[in-house]
């Protein structure tokens, strides 16, 4: 398994890196950032001058040679695990209950039955601690078999620039494969929007423009809303999605029976 964590405009903090940096993962960079990386981090990768924005360095990483099972990270992650006295509570690793090298095997154990994993959101995950989840929502901690990946022809790019993650878990989903996501551990970020990453170019009309392409290409499975939270987008309100995952495998298991 490889794990890459894609970053842009954060020189000066990685804690995804941190966290992971003695389990061999390494950051794919912008080349105008690479001398300023491979200052303070071991395995720094630059992408193609004509690689833009996040769906082209996703699609990228899927092309590298290698290992096909594959790993993205977003750059700002904190991981937890939950607690052996109260599984709906979590706690920082290391601790009693996990690690962060016991949480990798596990997630690479996954694709002995998933071509497409995760790690779960800590948001809601105290309402549920079965220790795999299938055909859920996967942000911030993105595996694919690449293999597998070439198979179903899975593109990033084929939406817009924004949702590329649920662009192609629905590819995988509506070609019959089936997500696993590891409920043991979880993982957060900082505020949605903050400086670096895909905050250069996600304004909320980018984000708009977005989630109606996402529903336009997958109208059985995806409706828009309008969505405010507290700590996303500063409390503005935006264009979201809803995507019925369990609906999208259960089609393409059926079409691909």
């Given at each position: 398994?490889?794990?890459?964590?894609?970053?842009?405009?954060?020189?000066?903090?990685?804690?995804?890196?941190?966290?992971?940096?003695?389990?061999?993962?390494v950051l794919?960079?912008?080349?105008?950032?690479f001398?300023?990386?491979?200052?303070?981090?071991?395995?720094?990768?630059?992408?193609?001058?004509?690689?833009?924005?996040i769906?082209?360095?996703?699609?990228?990483?899927?092309?590298?040679?290698?290992?096909?099972?594959?790993?993205?990270?977003?750059?700002?992650?904190?991981?937890?695990?939950?607690?052996?006295d109260?599984?709906?509570?979590?706690?920082?690793?290391?601790?009693?209950?996990?690690?962060?090298?016991?949480?990798l095997?596990?997630?690479?154990?996954?694709?002995?039955r998933?071509?497409h994993?995760?790690?779960?959101?800590?948001e809601?995950?105290?309402?549920?601690?079965t220790?795999?989840l299938?055909?859920?929502?996967a942000?911030?901690?993105?595996?694919?078999?690449?293999?597998v990946?070439?198979?179903?022809?899975?593109?990033?790019?084929?939406?817009?620039?924004?949702?590329?993650?649920?662009?192609?878990?629905?590819?995988?989903?509506?070609?019959?494969?089936?997500?696993?996501?590891?409920?043991s551990?979880?993982?957060?970020q900082?505020?949605?929007?903050?400086a670096?990453g895909?905050s250069?170019?996600?304004?909320?009309?980018?984000?708009?423009?977005?989630?109606?392409?996402?529903?336009?290409?997958?109208?059985?499975?995806?409706?828009?809303?309008?969505?405010?939270?507290?700590?996303a987008w500063?409390?503005?309100?935006?264009?979201?999605v809803?995507?019925?995952?369990?609906?999208?495998?259960?089609?393409?298991?059926?079409?691909?029976?």
């Amino acid at each position: 398994m490889r794990i890459f964590i894609p970053t842009r405009g954060r020189i000066n903090a990685q804690p995804t890196y941190d966290a992971l940096r003695e389990h061999g993962v390494v950051l794919v960079c912008p080349p105008d950032e690479f001398d300023a990386h491979r200052l303070r981090y071991r395995k720094v990768l630059a992408t193609p001058p004509n690689i833009q924005g996040i769906a082209a360095t996703r699609q990228w990483i899927m092309e590298l040679p290698g290992d096909p099972h594959i790993v993205m990270m977003d750059d700002d992650l904190k991981f937890a695990v939950r607690r052996g006295d109260d599984p709906t509570k979590f706690e920082g690793m290391p601790s009693r209950w996990g690690s962060v090298q016991h949480m990798l095997a596990e997630l690479e154990m996954l694709f002995k039955r998933y071509s497409h994993v995760s790690i779960s959101p800590r948001e809601g995950a105290n309402r549920d601690a079965t220790p795999v989840l299938e055909n859920r929502r996967a942000l911030r901690v993105l595996g694919y078999n690449a293999d597998v990946f070439r198979e179903i022809g899975g593109s990033f790019q084929a939406g817009g620039p924004v949702m590329e993650d649920f662009e192609v878990a629905l590819q995988f989903l509506t070609s019959g494969h089936a997500s696993g996501i590891l409920n043991s551990y979880v993982q957060d970020q900082g505020m949605s929007g903050a400086a670096g990453g895909c905050s250069t170019y996600r304004t909320l009309g980018v984000q708009e423009d977005g989630a109606l392409t996402l529903a336009r290409r997958w109208p059985a499975f995806v409706k828009t809303v309008q969505k405010t939270t507290k700590t996303a987008w500063g409390g503005a309100t935006r264009t979201d999605v809803i995507v019925q995952w369990k609906k999208a495998y259960e089609y393409g298991r059926k079409k691909h029976a």
